[in-house]
């Protein structure tokens, strides 16, 4: 039986990790490879160019308009929706009165949780449709409010000024009410004893959050702040179907560059390539420098 296991083992091995290899790392490795290529997508005939895309790459004014944008997103989006969600984990799970139960959330904490996560039942295109008619000009719910109390409202996604900051909105919303709900059920791992005892201290909630939860929750912050990173370096989907990168490229990200560098009428699939290599490497030293940044020594609380 001892000499019988190891082909027991590779035979249950062997079949996953050849799918794997199929499926997920052989896409990687042709990316690569086609990315040295000035191959069109649709034809035969694909010509060795060694790094020539990637130097066209470095000098491409969009490329870098792009990028920025990504920047400006992967330094708001996961701050801002982090905050949001402990702040609104912090209400559901002690913002309420203190009393005999001890330490309680808000009245409605069910309702609130429910309202929060709603828009995690919604696919993105659903989400960016949505909005793009409250964006609306003309009958969008967001300016019929600003006409009611007589400010008229810009064209939000017609306007370089907003449309990209629009776009933001609707992704930190699309993603919040996961976090509320991640946090919340962190928050509800940690003793009710150490909120008692820190706010029988005189500590106030903010000190509390600041002192307590963060440090005990501080793991899983790590893991929603890279998860949320990715997200920022993303935003393809709703870029593309609320602005399609426009007006004159100010909400244009690096996904949807690659995408339109790929499928435009010029279908240039080995600059697109080269782009997607600069995403994968981009990707994976934000990934590396947030676990590196934000190692802390593990909390143990029980």
């Given at each position: 039986m001892r000499h019988g296991k190891y082909p027991l083992i590779i035979a249950f091995l062997v079949p996953p990790l050849l799918l794997y290899g199929i499926f997920v790392l052989s896409p990687y490795v042709q990316a690569f490879q086609i990315s040295t290529t000035d191959w069109g997508g649709y034809t035969a005939d694909a010509n060795y160019v060694g790094f020539d895309n990637f130097t066209r790459l470095f000098r491409d004014g969009q490329i870098w308009n792009a990028i920025q944008n990504n920047a400006i997103l992967l330094a708001v989006v996961p701050v801002v929706t982090i905050a949001l969600g402990l702040f609104f984990a912090t209400m559901l799970n002690m913002g309420g009165r203190r009393g005999q139960a001890g330490v309680v959330g808000v009245r409605g904490t069910g309702v609130y949780r429910l309202?929060?996560?709603?828009?995690q039942v919604l696919s993105v295109v659903i989400i960016a449709v949505v909005w793009r008619e409250v964006y609306h000009p003309n009958n969008g719910l967001l300016n019929?409010?600003?006409g009611a109390v007589g400010i008229d409202g810009p064209t939000w996604l017609g306007d370089p000024r907003f449309a990209f900051w629009c776009v933001l909105a609707v992704l930190v919303w699309s993603n919040v009410g996961f976090y509320v709900v991640l946090f919340g059920a962190a928050m509800q791992a940690i003793p009710r004893d150490i909120y008692?005892?820190?706010?029988l201290d005189g500590a106030s909630r903010l000190v509390t959050v600041v002192k307590i939860t963060i440090p005990l929750l501080w793991d899983t912050i790590q893991v929603a702040w890279i998860y949320l990173a990715i997200a920022?370096?993303?935003?393809?989907?709703?870029?593309?179907?609320?602005?399609?990168?426009?007006?004159?490229?100010?909400?244009?990200v690096i996904g949807l560059r690659m995408y339109n560098t790929a499928f435009a009428s010029d279908t240039r699939?080995?600059?697109?390539?080269?782009?997607?290599v600069v995403m994968f490497f981009l990707t994976l030293s934000v990934s590396v420098l947030a676990l590196r940044a934000s190692r802390r020594d593990r909390i143990d609380y029980s």
């Open positions: 309202v929060y996560f709603f828009p019929a409010a600003l008692e005892a820190v706010l920022a370096l993303d935003g393809f989907i709703l870029v593309q179907l609320m602005t399609d990168g426009g007006p004159n490229f100010s909400s244009d699939f080995g600059y697109a390539s080269a782009i997607g």
